[in-house]
């Protein structure tokens, strides 16, 4: 994730009128000669107006002995949302910009306070956040900024938006700690909490699939179970490239597929999509080494006639195919290369 270049962080400052936005945050303000002066919203007082706004010089500081807090336009939002410095200044950047241009000095009027909405919700249950999390994921691969993620796709042969939308295929850019509050706010400590259990945050606090294609895969309800990952960096060792969540490999991809009599079983879920987009009923193993008996279960269940085994033709992938085709054939399925 490119830096804020300096100047915008100047511009930021400079554009914003201070007064306005904090006003906006619901503190009042008289002015007093140059300053602005008001309860602090960072400590409790409500008896001394501490708080001393200096529109002049973009600053605020509280008086009072034990907070003190101080700082810029961007900064206030930081503290007082409970936001990142880089979410503080897209909310500034972004949105607000209109809101909160600095004009005649004379603060306007605002029926609306610009926040970004946190995608997430912490009372969720597991499979709904997995949700929600797949959902910004997706967001983020339509990003501009996300050219390289749409491209490694289309390298792949998947360069239909349709199918990348049908299969809700995303991408982790590393943003999605910035759209959630602070971990020293309840709600954010609560989310990360949350995304650790689920996986999707590792135990340092770093997301699992970060610089993956993440797609979802789900149980014969429709419930998202697990996260692919896949690498797009070329530097990336053959074993890293593969990533499934800290959480029990569940789940059947394209589970449309077992309505056909017929089906392509491979070794990874960009394989099967590449199949899937060519037209074909496909499933995939997660890699050679794991043929779920649930996948095996479902097959089963779906009473599948055929499968064309197109796992990779190196070793592993061999040995793979051997293995599949003798379990297949003990249930009675015909098996192909
Ligand atoms: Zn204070």
Known sequence: MPRIPE?????????????????????????????????????????TANLIVTPGKGLFRCMAAGCGVTGNAIQFVEKFDGVSFRHAFEVLAG?????????????????????????????????KL?????DYYAKRLAAPENAAARDYLISRGLDDPELWKKFGI?????????????????????????????????????????????????????????????RIGVQTAKEMRHLY?????????????????????????????TFIQLGMNATCTYGTKNFTRELFEAIRAAKIESVRLAFDADEAGEIATKEAAQKLQSIGIECHQ
């Open 7 to 47: 100047e915008a962080i100047e511009r930021i400052k400079a554009e914003t009128d201070l007064v306005a936005l904090i006003q906006s945050r619901g503190v009042k303000l008289k002015q007093a000669g140059q300053n602005w002066l008001g309860f602090c919203p960072f400590h409790a007082d409500q008896e």
């Open 95 to 127: 949105r607000a910009v209109p809101a909160f241009a600095a004009g005649d000095g004379v603060p306007k009027k605002y029926s609306t306070v610009p926040k970004l909405t946190c995608p997430l919700d912490e009372m969720a249950d597991d499979s």
């Open 245 to 273: 969540l800290a959480r029990p490999l569940g789940g059947v991809f394209n589970f449309e597929a077992l309505k056909s009599r017929e089906i392509i079983l491979c070794e990874s879920l960009i394989d099967a999509l």
């Open 170 to 230: 995303g991408f982790s850019d590393r943003t999605l700690g910035l759209s959630i509050p602070h971990k020293n706010r309840n709600q954010g400590a609560k989310i990360r909490e949350r995304l650790q259990e689920i996986g999707v945050y590792r135990e340092t606090g770093r997301e699992h699939l970060r610089g993956c294609i993440v797609i979802p895969i789900r149980d014969g309800q429709g419930r998202i179970v697990q996260l692919y990952g896949r």
């Open 130 to 134: 997995l949700e929600q999390v797949a």
